[in-house]
């Protein structure tokens, strides 16, 4: 477990050097083109890589206390933006939304006691609290589809999530411990949706899974596998001590799990009738819309580190 309060070394803050000067140079040449300096939809994939940025760092850099407060509020907005996907009577979604805030909270802030006790709280607190606010406020009545789709939320948004600021706690070996795990997490996330969408722009002609995200291609998707397995191969040895061949498999897999986020996220929001989750990130959407993909990247990248060798 990190410091309550601490700053993370100083190679951790060359490497955040580097992040910030491409977005910075991203974003400058973006602005330069008339096209996308005036059309909100082409500079929103770049310009919105800034307070996800300033967010991890926060998360991952000063210690135990920051971790919790940004991860804990993250899944708080997640957790209310996806519940509102789903269709349940007012007055179970209001017992739920309070119910699931407090989860998230509390299963956090328990992290700063003992990690596993926080995951325990996270995973299991769902399968309780959920079936027992429809018995008691709706009795049987929509028992399956409300129980299971506001279950299904809230172990999501705050159950696999969690896992997040597990990582960053977690005491792990490598040149930087937790601080370098959390920079590749929080790098290889980012690079995966940005570099499926170039790749996909570049060279999409072949949907993926039309039905649910009709702009994911194969080509897409195969563009970000090979770009992040090669920036996992960099990282990796550097950030976390991992093999050449360890750093690809991490950053392939990032993309793999990180999809399939972004497809249940895709999922709800059809399912619902709604485009975004929110509208929290001008031209990107909602917390969830951003942030999708981390759900199930979060529990693999947690397994892999803490299964390393020290």
């Known amino acids: 477990m990190m410091p309550m309060i601490r700053v993370a070394p100083v190679g951790i803050f060359w490497a955040l050097a580097w992040v910030y000067a491409f977005i910075a140079a991203s974003s400058a040449v973006a602005m330069a083109i008339p096209k996308v300096r005036r059309n909100p939809a082409l500079r929103a994939p770049i310009l919105g890589w800034w307070p996800v940025s300033v967010v991890g760092t926060l998360a991952v850099c000063f210690g135990a206390l920051p971790t919790v407060v940004v991860f804990a509020a993250v899944s708080v907005a997640l957790y209310r933006e996806a519940l509102a996907l789903v269709a349940l009577p007012p007055r179970l979604h209001r017992v739920l939304l309070v119910a699931g805030a407090g989860v998230a909270i509390a299963s956090h802030a328990a992290m700063l006691v003992d990690g596993s006790v926080g995951t325990l709280l996270a995973l299991g607190l769902p399968m309780v609290i959920v079936p027992a606010a429809q018995l008691t406020l709706e009795g049987s009545d929509g028992f399956t589809r409300n129980a299971g789709g506001a279950q299904w939320v809230m172990l999501s948004t705050v159950g696999l999530f969690s896992f997040c600021a597990?990582?960053?706690?977690?005491?792990?070996?490598?040149?930087?411990?937790?601080?370098?795990?959390?920079?590749?997490?929080?790098?290889?996330?980012?690079l995966s949706d940005a570099l499926q969408w170039i790749g996909g722009k570049l060279l999409g002609r072949r949907p993926l899974i039309p039905r649910v995200s009709p702009k994911k291609t194969w080509e897409g998707f195969l563009f970000g596998v090979a770009a992040c397995a090669a920036v996992g191969a960099l990282i990796?040895?550097?950030?976390?001590?991992?093999?050449?061949?360890?750093?690809?498999?991490?950053?392939?897999?990032?993309?793999?799990?990180?999809?399939?986020?972004?497809?249940?996220?895709?999922?709800?929001?059809?399912?619902?009738?709604?485009?975004?989750?929110?509208?929290?990130?001008?031209?990107?959407?909602?917390?969830?819309?951003?942030?999708?993909?981390?759900?199930?990247?979060a529990p693999w990248f947690y397994a892999f580190a803490v299964s390393l060798p020290r």
């Open 166 to 190: 597990r990582l960053v706690l977690s005491d792990l070996g490598g040149p930087y411990g937790a601080y370098g795990a959390g920079f590749v997490f929080f790098v290889l996330v980012m």
């Open 236 to 297: 990796g040895p550097a950030m976390m001590g991992l093999s050449r061949g360890l750093g690809v498999v991490l950053g392939a897999s990032v993309v793999a799990l990180g999809l399939f986020g972004d497809l249940i996220a895709s999922g709800w929001k059809r399912d619902a009738g709604v485009k975004d989750s929110g509208a929290v990130i001008p031209g990107q959407g909602g917390v969830l819309d951003r942030c999708d993909s981390i759900l199930f990247v």
